[in-house]
């Protein structure tokens, strides 16, 4: 069973930077896939951005490419996300998630989630 503690949130004025942590618990080896998506209130869930398996690809929604950079520390099971130049619409609990099956960075974003946080509140406000 996967656990995960996600910090990092807050309130930040548009245009201003986060970065959010999550360090993952019960992983039996460095060979999973992870990933960050998060939840605005009345919407389905969306995949932010992702790292594969096998830590060769990085994947990221259309709507935080080259805004946001994802990266991880296998050394100390926590995976980052550098949030730059953010917007209001970037408003919402972002929890990270992981899957212990060979997935490609896309595939992670993707496909249903299989064990994930509870989330930390990102909020972007003048």
């Known amino acids: 069973q996967l656990q995960f503690v996600e910090s990092g949130g807050g309130l930040v004025r548009p245009g201003g930077s986060l970065r959010l942590s999550c360090v993952v618990s019960?992983?039996?080896?460095?060979?999973?896939?992870v990933g960050w998506f998060r939840q605005a209130p009345g919407k389905e869930h969306e995949g932010v951005s992702c790292?594969?398996?096998?830590?060769?690809?990085?994947y990221y929604s259309d709507s935080v490419q080259g805004r946001f950079t994802i990266s991880r520390d296998n050394a100390k099971n926590t995976v980052y996300l550098q949030m730059n130049m953010l917007q209001p619409e970037d408003t919402a609990i972002y929890f990270c998630?992981?899957?212990?099956?060979?997935?490609?960075?896309?595939?992670?974003?993707?496909?249903?989630?299989?064990?994930r946080g509870q989330g930390t509140q990102v909020t972007v406000s003048s």
């Open positions: 019960g992983v039996t080896s460095d060979y999973y896939a």
């Open positions: 998630a992981a899957d212990p099956l060979p997935l490609t960075s896309q595939l992670m974003c993707k496909l249903p989630i299989s064990y």
């Open positions: 790292i594969s398996s096998d830590d060769d690809s990085t």
